[in-house]
């Protein structure tokens, strides 16, 4: 079936630092990839997309690109702020079938 | 334009009882989508509606049901409720214009706690 694979952490880094979450899909038909934030106490907001292989979704510093080859949507930003601390979701959707979504990774950036 | 929006945004009840949950999506969406957030399951997919039919359904009892109104909102039913249905129930709608992807837009969600 369709599964999203990521690291869970909590990933604790130094402001300042190079970020990297990875995250795996399953290849079954041919999925838009996604990455969701989630602040504490909030929603989900949609980060970054991309629909097809080669693809690189960017916003806010952030970026991924869409690897058909290894099946993978890591999510990169060169430098990150304490204001980036919260949860990073990766999904996957295919048409118009429900989001599949990773466990999340717990983002924690010390000033 | 204004965001999804899910009421109540807390709710608490007891073992055994019934509830409602209520989305409005965003103006010009006329998909909704409801998921569940645990802990322990992360985030599943309860179903989706569009045009006021149910398009997809994730893998959930029947005690989970929702409906879909001509204006687009939507509303979700858990019966009988179980210790295991406190979650977060977030609400997700999207404009489903081709092509896709369908991007979803996440409401703020509503806490429900069963005692």
């Known amino acids: 079936g369709n599964s999203v694979t990521q690291m869970e952490g909590p990933v604790t880094l130094s402001e300042e630092a190079f970020l990297t979450i990875n995250c795996t899909y399953t290849a079954t038909g041919y999925p838009s990839l996604f990455w969701y934030v989630q602040y504490p106490g909030e929603g989900l907001q949609l980060l970054l997309k991309?629909?097809?292989?080669?693809d690189k979704g960017s916003n806010k510093g952030f970026e991924a690109t869409y690897r058909k080859e290894t099946t993978s949507f890591h999510l990169e930003k060169g430098s990150v702020q304490v204001s980036d601390s919260a949860v990073y979701f990766c999904a996957r959707r295919t048409g118009a079938d429900g989001l599949t979504f990773g466990k999340g990774t717990h983002l924690i950036i010390q000033p | 334009k204004a965001g999804v929006t899910q009421t109540p945004r807390y709710l608490i009840k007891t073992r055994g009882q019934q509830v409602t949950l209520s989305c409005s999506p965003i103006?010009?969406?006329?998909?909704v989508s409801w998921y569940q957030q645990t802990p322990g399951q992360g985030l599943q997919f309860l179903f989706e509606?569009?045009?006021?039919?149910?398009?997809n359904k994730g893998n959930f009892p029947g005690r989970f049901s929702g409906r879909q109104f001509s204006n687009s909102r939507s509303e979700m039913n858990v019966s009988t409720l179980e210790l295991g249905d406190s979650a977060l129930y977030l609400c997700?709608?999207?404009?489903?214009?081709?092509?896709?992807?369908?991007?979803?837009?996440f409401g703020p969600g509503t806490r429900l706690t069963v005692t």
């Open positions: 991309a629909t097809k292989a080669d």
């Open positions: 103006s010009g969406h006329r998909s």
């Open positions: 997700a709608s999207s404009r489903d214009s081709a092509p896709p992807p369908y991007e979803q837009y």
């Open positions: 509606y569009f045009s006021e039919t149910q398009r």
